[in-house]
């Protein structure tokens, strides 16, 4: 942006709550991290809960951080968070998900990720009374079509999530999205794999191994991984193990529980049951693994096959269409809902060098196509438009 002497610094209010938490959290740290560094004339205030107030610490001086501990999803995030961010009189607040206050009357721009919860539910986890969930759900999709209809542009990171808010929204004119496609967290890029033996010891893993990274959340179609899994013992013989991580909750109990019942408690680990995997360890499976397998169905932009890349690995994923525009020919593809699919696929890959070399470096290729850096001259340059023109 250029500035002129006349011009007058904005206050921009940015909902960070999310920071240090997975998911919304990590775009929530890489677009403020980002934007530190390419504007030096507006006045920011960044809104985070106590984890993140401690973690964050700015470096340019035009961010400031405010405590807001508001838990999300609250009636505090709709009243008491609401009156805190009135009170800064902020000239544009940035909410990088869809939980806005909804009596918010200011100038509002979301970065939505995408509409999974539009369809899939995630009922089977919860452990709220059935009458309670329901409720969830509508106050859920009233919030939702709040942000959508009160933003002034919203930011999606993929083509397919674009196409979902039009069939959801056809209403909604097409302007009023932007596209900025998302990329590998530099905490990742940055990770220190040195010793990634040891954390292998440390968590029972015995090479050959494929690996598996993310939530265990229905849509992420883990089941069907492990009953894959189980055919490539059974019927293709291999001996290596599959390691899958992801937090513990109610869906990864029941993974567990699958994985008992099929006698596969040597094969399959889920080191997340006995304890938190940072970051960094878990870049040290990536670097570790044989190759990379994610079944997911449904997603916004799926970034953990393109870490797995980072760290030079084949990948397998699932054919669904926001893998086919993020990953193109970069990666092997097979029908997540046909277990026998998913076998032939893995098991032709490990028997592959040859394809798992050139898919190694089609990889390499592919991660240079994203990177946070555009993604915040994107959403800068859509902060500096709406202030302008709005």
Sequence with gaps: ????????????????????????????????????????????????????????SPFNTNFEKVLAEYKWYSFDEQFKFLFKIIHYKLDLLYVPHFNIPVFYHGKLITAIPDLIMHAFSTEKGTTLPKFYFKLKKI???????????????????????????????????SEKYVLAK???????????????????????????????????????????????????????????????????????????ELVSSLGLQSKILLPGEKSYVSDNDACCLRKECEIYVFPSLKEGFSLTPMEAQYFGKACVISDIPIHKEVYKDTVLYFDPLNVDDITEKISGLLGNSGLRQELILKGYENIKNYSWEETAEITLTVFNNVLKNS
């Design 182 to 256: 998302e990329g590998i967290d530099p905490d990742i890029k940055n990770a220190d794999v040195s010793q990634s033996i040891n954390v292998l010891q440390k968590m029972g893993i015995t090479k050959p191994f494929l690996l598996y990274i993310s939530s265990m959340y229905e849509h992420k179609n883990v089941h069907r991984l492990v009953e894959a899994f189980y055919l490539l013992v059974k019927k293709y013989n291999y001996e290596g193990q599959l390691i899958i991580v992801g937090k513990k909750d109610k869906f990864s109990q029941k993974i567990s």
């Design 139 to 173: 106050i859920y999709r009233y919030v939702f079509r709040k942000a959508v209809s009160k933003s002034l542009k919203i930011i999606v990171p993929t083509n397919e999530v674009l196409k979902e808010f039009q069939k959801y929204y056809p209403n909604v004119s």
């Design 1 to 56: 942006m250029k500035t002129g002497e006349a011009e007058k610094q904005k206050k921009i209010g940015i909902d960070a709550r999310f920071y240090g938490e997975a998911g919304p959290g990590r775009y929530t740290k890489n677009i403020i991290t980002h934007l530190e560094k390419i504007d030096t004339f507006n006045k920011y205030f960044v809104f985070l809960r106590a984890r993140g107030f401690e973690e964050y």
